[in-house]
């Protein structure tokens, strides 16, 4: 980054700067008055007041967010920004006890909320696994690679394309390691081993939000018989064994993924007897599925409500899926129940779960009410990084 050269200026209409003075990091396009023309997707650019004052610097894209804010109140970004950025999340992750050799899993930077829009990077012991949401980062990924191989122990960087991107013209899509060599890919959470597949895998190959979750239902999960939906890489069905449950099923309606889940199971507990794993779909296992059966069930289905649009449909889907899930749980039993999906609210949630369990005229208690762990900060200027809710129940 060439810190000396004057950067293209885009101007906001007048009175679009009142979010951006309250630190809010997205320029939406209608706020936009003027941009020169040779401005790219992905460029640096200044964002100025229709006045004419300074509000700060962003990646500009093209789509309804027009800007997102690396640095207010500056003209131009430091040489070395990404390595001051980085080096600040990672001591925030020392700071919360996050990086031990017991647990070398964990999220590094979490976009808007370590103050680095668009781009996210799971740490996978040595490995960096870093994927852009913005063209902005995705240019930027070489330099972002560098200051990821100056921390401590991170041997190698792999990158992940986000496919949603306007991949066109410049801007192609990579999948490659882009540093270093180390291809070790078993990584370790709160003492418990799991294989990862960033190459294959969803997101960066492994849900590093549900660990202080899966900590939790370790504790519960003595002598229980517990159904672990929509498992993916099978993290509560590990956890639920270490926690002495006396039977842990594991379903995904994903064949690659009950494959990784029976491969974590057997790394962590070889020639476990307690465990089964089912490729089905959720709804289907549950329809089938004897009254009584299991009196622990973890509900983490895929972001059923992926935009704003799909918000209606969304919400019928959870309501859905907790009421068979009401329906069919032992007496005294514990129901852990998520939703991923941005666009729900926590009470838009809680409404959905609250209708679902009325339909079943059990009673039911809110033990716990969950959220995403503390390596996914929420910037409080940008409410929207709050994405992880769950609730925890207790069925009679
Ligand atoms: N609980 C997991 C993350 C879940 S991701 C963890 O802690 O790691 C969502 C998973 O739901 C994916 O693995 C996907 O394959 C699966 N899935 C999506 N639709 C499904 C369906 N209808 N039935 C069962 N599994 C489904």
Excluded at 34 to 47: A, K
Excluded at 78 to 87: E, L, S, T, V
Excluded at 205 to 234: I, K, P
Excluded at 255 to 264: F, M, S, V
């Amino acid at each position: 980054m060439d810190q000396n050269a004057a950067l293209p200026v885009l101007r906001l209409r007048k009175g679009k700067e009142e979010s951006l003075e309250r630190f809010h990091p997205w320029v939406f396009s209608g706020a936009v008055l003027e941009l020169p023309e040779e401005v790219r997707e992905g460029d640096l650019v200044r964002v100025i007041t229709f006045g004419g004052d300074n509000v700060g610097v962003g990646h500009y894209q093209i789509g309804s967010i027009a800007v997102r804010m690396l640095e207010f109140g500056e003209e131009h970004l430091p040489a070395d920004f990404f390595w001051q950025r980085i080096g600040e999340a990672w001591k925030l992750r020392e700071a919360l006890g996050l990086i031990r050799p017991d647990n070398n899993c964990f999220r590094l930077v979490h976009g808007e909320g370590d103050f680095l829009p668009g781009l996210v990077v799971d740490i996978y012991d040595g490995t960096a696994v870093v994927q852009a949401h913005s063209p902005g980062m995705h240019f930027c990924r070489m330099e972002i690679a560098e200051a990821l191989t100056r921390l401590p122990g991170i041997r190698s960087v792999y990158y992940k394309s986000d496919t949603t991107l306007p991949f066109k013209a410049d801007l192609h899509p990579v999948n490659d390691y882009i540093a270093g060599s180390f291809r070790s890919s078993v990584a370790t959470e709160n003492g418990l081993q799991f294989n990862i597949d960033w190459l294959r895998g969803q997101k960066t190959g492994f849900f590093v939000d549900q660990r202080d979750n899966r900590r939790l239902l370790e504790q519960l999960a003595s002598g229980r018989e517990v159904l672990n939906m929509f498992c993916y890489t099978g993290g509560f069905s590990v956890y639920a064994l270490r926690g002495g449950a006396k039977r842990v099923d594991s379903v995904d309606s994903s064949g690659k993924a009950i494959a990784l889940t029976d491969a974590n199971v057997e790394l962590n507990f070889p020639g476990c007897d307690r465990h089964r794993s089912f490729a089905t779909d959720a709804f289907k296992y549950l329809d089938d599925m004897k009254p009584g059966e299991y009196d622990l069930i973890i509900l983490d289905p895929p972001a059923f409500a992926k935009h704003r649009g799909a918000l209606k449909n969304g919400l019928m889907g959870y309501r859905r899926l907790n009421a068979k899930a009401f329906e069919k749980i032992r007496k005294g039993g514990i129901l852990f129940t998520f939703s991923c999906s941005q666009v729900v609210t926590k009470e838009m949630f809680r409404l959905q779960v609250f209708s679902a369990a009325a339909q079943s005229r059990r009673k039911v208690r809110i033990l716990h009410q969950l959220t995403q762990p503390a390596d996914h900060p929420v910037n409080i200027y940008h409410p929207e990084g709050e994405y992880l809710k769950g609730l925890v129940l207790y069925v009679e």
